[in-house]
């Protein structure tokens, strides 16, 4: 994942954004470390770390990984 990204930013709640080779952006979360959203631009990337952050942060509540 790393040698193909490159680091964009991360949000205070475990949300990373990396930029790939084509200009597509990657969304991973560190509580869903097998999961990742591609998406066309970066406003795009970071609407996706809001739509995981309730379910992460509900499921690090309850212990779920």
Partial sequence: MASDLSFVSS????CQIF???????????ELR?????????LAGA???C???EP???AEGAAGIA
């Fill in 11 to 14: 949000t205070g709640s475990g």
């Fill in 19 to 29: 930029r790939d080779r084509l200009g597509c952006y990657v969304v991973s979360h």
């Fill in 33 to 41: 470390p097998g999961q990742r959203a591609m998406r066309p631009t």
């Fill in 46 to 48: 970071y609407a996706a």
């Fill in 50 to 52: 809001q739509g995981w």
């Fill in 55 to 57: 379910r992460s942060q």
